[in-house]
């Protein structure tokens, strides 16, 4: 096995334990309709974390009662891990952002002035205009579908059986 290969399968074993520890952060979530979970990583450390919900000091209710729409002062995921950061001693110049769904195209443009170099999705966001912009900005975005974990497996296996 190539030396590329096995830094390849390596990456993306990572990127499943991290998108793993993502989705389980997503459910500190309040929000009813979608819970959403983000990791930022450097140096293979985690030095962000967020999720959906609204700001400090506002109630945990995501959703209007009368019509269950989300309420527009609602951060998402990605945006609380990015403005945490900020408020920390930590850089998240040349890090990976893991998130549970593709950013919004609001999203995107903070991914993009944080110093992001990789985007790690797993479901996709109804409108895809984040994903687009962060290609264009030369962000490298990667769409980590549900069925990489058996392939994952499968190539262990494999590797482990030459």
């Not at 058996?150 to 030459?162: A, C, I, M």
């Amino acid at each position: 096995m190539e030396e590329t290969e096995v830094a390849n399968i390596k990456q993306r074993e990572l990127d499943e334990r991290y998108m793993a520890m993502a989705r389980v952060w997503a459910e500190n979530s309040y929000c009813v309709r979608r819970k959403v979970g983000a990791l930022i990583v450097k140096d293979k450390m985690i030095i962000s974390d967020g999720y959906n919900g609204t700001p400090s000091g506002f109630e945990n209710v995501c959703e209007w009662e009368h019509d269950g729409r989300t309420k527009p002062y609602v951060l998402h995921a990605e945006a609380n891990a990015i403005t945490k950061v900020a408020k920390s001693q930590s850089s998240s110049l040349g890090a990976t952002l893991y998130i549970t769904a593709s950013p919004c195209i609001e999203c995107a443009k903070l991914i993009i002035q944080a110093g992001i170099i990789r985007v790690v999705y797993a479901d996709k966001y109804h409108a895809m205009e984040g994903v687009e912009l962060l290609k264009r900005a030369c962000i490298d975005v990667v769409e980590l579908k549900t069925n990489d974990e058996l392939e994952v497996l499968k190539r262990l296996v494999n590797r482990l059986e030459e």
